[in-house]
C-alpha cells in the first residue's frame, strides 16, 4: 500500500485547528495511504464548529453613574474602559452600569457595579466568585433592638471556615438530594463544606445589620452574604468548563469572560447547579433569621430577599449582574417586589421597587461602591488611631465585630457617599425607595489576620 505522508501543516492547510486527535489522525491516513478522497471521508468526524469572533465593535451599553468629584470621574473612566472590551465578547447583546459600579480585576473583566446581557451563554466570571451575594430582611415587630441584637451575636457565625459539628443547622434534605443528583454538585467535599457552612456569613463587608423600619417602626434584621464554599467550588468548576469551551469555541475571548453553551449538557447541569446554590444560599440566611426568632420565642412577621451577584434568565437571555440589584419581577418570579440596597453601616438600608427600563434594564445598584482601595483608605486615616477612627464613624450605634478586632475599611467612611447614590438612583430611574432601615447596631467580622493564630506570639 502507498505510504501518504501527510502532517500536521497539512490538517492545517485543510482548515483543521491543532489538536489532540492530530497525531492519531496523520498516523492512521499515512499508514493507511488513504486517498485524498478517503482522507477527507475519514477527517469528517474532526470537523468542529468554526472559531466565533469577538464583535468588532463593542456592544452599545447603559451607563447609569456620573462622576460628581475628579476621584469618582478617574472611577467611571476605568468602569467604561473595562465594560468597553467586556462588550467585545461575541455572546453579548446589551449591558449596563450602575452608580456603585467600581473596576474589579484585569481590563475587560465585568465590574462591581455591571449588567451584561447575552444569547444563551452563560458566564461564570460575569457572575462573579461569590454566587448568590444577596441580602435578607425579617422583621420582628415592637422588640427591643438591643435584644435582637444580642441574640444574633449568639445566633450567627463570621470569620473563615464553618460549623463545628455540634453548632451544625440541619442541612434540609431536598437539598441534599438536589446536590446529590447534580453533576456539578455532587462531590463529597461539596455536600462536607454545604453543612458545614450553613448559617455562617464568612468576612469582608458581610454583615447582621439590625436596625427600625421608617414605615413601621419594627425592628428588623438584614443579612449580607453569599454562597460560601459551595458556591466559590461551583464558580471554580463553571470557570475550568467554561475554559473548554474558549478554547474551542472562540480563543480570543478573555478568559475571564469564558462562557458555557446553555444548549450543551454542561450548560443545563450548570444552569440547575447555579439554582440549587441559590436555595442553598437562601437557606444560609434563613436558618439565622429563624434562630434569633427562636431564642427570644417571637414571630417572624415579614421576610423578603434578593441576589446582587447572579444571572438571570429572559427567554434565551441571560443577563448577568455582578454588583446589580435585580428590581423586574420575572427575575425573581416567587418573591416578593421588594429589594434591598446596604449603603454603610451608619445609612439607613434602602427598600425599592422598580420595572425594567431600556436603560436599567431590570437592575437598580447593589450598595454605594467604594470610594478607594481598602489599602488607600487604610492610608488616608494619617495618625488617628483605630479606635479614635472607629468611636468618630459609629457614633451612637452598637457596632460590633465578631473577632473583636475593629476592620477600619469596612467603616462608612470606606463607601460612596450614599447621597449621591441615591440622588443617581433618582436621575437614572433605578427603582423608588418605598422604605428606609434605620440603623440601631451591626455585627461584622472584623478584622480577622490582626490576631490570627499563625500571628500570635508564644
Ligand atoms: N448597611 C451596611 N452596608 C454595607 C456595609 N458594608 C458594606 N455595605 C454596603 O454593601 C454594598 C455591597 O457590597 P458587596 O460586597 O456586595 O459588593 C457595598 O457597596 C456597601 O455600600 C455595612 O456594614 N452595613
Ligand atoms: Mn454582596
Known amino acids: 500500500m502507498e505510504k501518504k505522508n501527510i502532517n500536521g501543516y497539512t490538517l492545517i492547510e485543510l482548515g483543521f485547528r491543532p489538536d489532540k486527535w492530530f497525531q492519531e489522525a496523520i498516523n492512521h491516513i499515512n499508514e493507511n495511504g488513504l486517498s485524498d478522497e478517503e482522507m477527507m471521508i475519514y477527517l469528517e468526524q474532526f470537523k468542529s464548529d468554526p472559531i466565533i469572533e469577538l464583535h468588532e465593535k463593542a456592544v ?52 462591581v457595579g455591571g449588567v451584561v446581557v447575552t444569547e444563551n451563554a452563560i458566564h461564570p466570571g460575569m457572575h462573579s466568585a461569590d454566587i448568590c451575594c444577596s441580602l435578607m430582611l425579617s422583621d420582628y415587630g415592637k422588640v427591643d433592638p438591643k435584644l435582637i441584637l444580642d441574640a444574633a451575636h449568639e445566633a450567627t457565625h463570621f470569620g473563615p471556615g464553618g460549623r463545628s459539628r455540634d453548632d451544625q443547622y440541619r442541612f434540609p434534605k431536598e437539598l441534599l438530594i438536589a446536590f446529590e443528583e447534580n453533576a456539578f454538585l455532587n462531590q463529597k467535599f461539596m455536600i462536607a463544606d454545604a453543612r458545614k457552612h450553613l448559617g455562617t456569613q464568612g468576612d469582608g463587608n458581610h454583615f447582621l445589620f439590625v436596625g427600625t423600619s421608617k414605615n413601621t417602626g419594627n425592628t428588623v434584621v438584614v443579612t449580607h452574604h453569599g ?13 475550568k468548563v467554561a475554559e473548554k469551551f474558549r478554547r474551542k469555541l472562540s480563543p480570543k475571548t478573555l478568559k475571564q469572560n469564558a462562557w458555557i453553551p446553555f444548549e450543551t449538557n454542561e450548560g443545563q447541569e450548570y444552569w440547575k447547579a447555579l439554582q440549587i446554590i441559590r436555595e442553598w444560599t437562601k437557606q444560609n440566611h434563613t436558618c439565622i433569621h429563624d434562630d434569633i426568632a427562636d431564642k427570644l420565642s417571637i414571630d417572624v412577621k415579614d421576610r423578603f430577599w434578593n441576589e446582587h451577584n447572579f444571572v438571570f434568565k429572559e427567554d434565551d437571555k441571560f443577563y448577568h449582574a455582578k454588583g446589580a440589584t435585580p428590581l423586574h419581577k420575572s427575575f425573581m418570579p416567587e418573591d416578593s417586589d421588594l429589594r434591598l440596597i446596604p449603603l454603610n453601616m451608619a445609612e439607613p438600608i434602602l427598600v425599592v421597587k422598580g420595572t425594567k427600563s431600556d436603560t436599567n434594564l431590570g437592575f437598580a445598584p447593589h450598595g454605594a461602591g467604594r470610594n478607594l482601595s481598602r489599602s488607600q483608605h487604610r492610608k488616608n486615616k494619617g495618625d488617628k488611631t483605630i479606635a479614635e477612627i472607629f468611636a468618630e464613624e459609629t457614633k451612637g450605634l452598637d457596632v460590633r ?15 460612596k457617599d450614599a447621597k449621591t447614590v441615591r440622588k443617581q ?8 425607595i418605598v422604605d428606609e432601615i434605620l440603623p440601631f447596631g451591626s455585627i461584622m467580622a472584623g478584622d480577622w489576620q490582626k490576631n490570627a493564630p499563625w500571628k500570635r506570639k508564644k
Open 60 to 111: 452599545d451599553f447603559a451607563i447609569n453613574i456620573k462622576g460628581e468629584n475628579e476621584l469618582e470621574e478617574s472611577n467611571v473612566a476605568s468602569v467604561v474602559k473595562t465594560m468597553n472590551e467586556v462588550m467585545k465578547t461575541p455572546t453579548v447583546i446589551d449591558g449596563a452600569i450602575m452608580p456603585d459600579a467600581c473596576p474589579s480585576g484585569a481590563v475587560g473583566t465585568i465590574p
Open 227 to 239: 454562597s460560601r464554599a459551595p458556591g466559590a467550588k461551583l464558580f471554580k468548576s463553571g470557570m
Open 401 to 415: 465585630f465578631y473577632s473583636n478586632e475593629v476592620d477600619i475599611t469596612e467603616l462608612p467612611s470606606a463607601y
Open 425 to 432: 438612583m433618582n436621575e437614572f430611574g433605578l427603582g423608588e
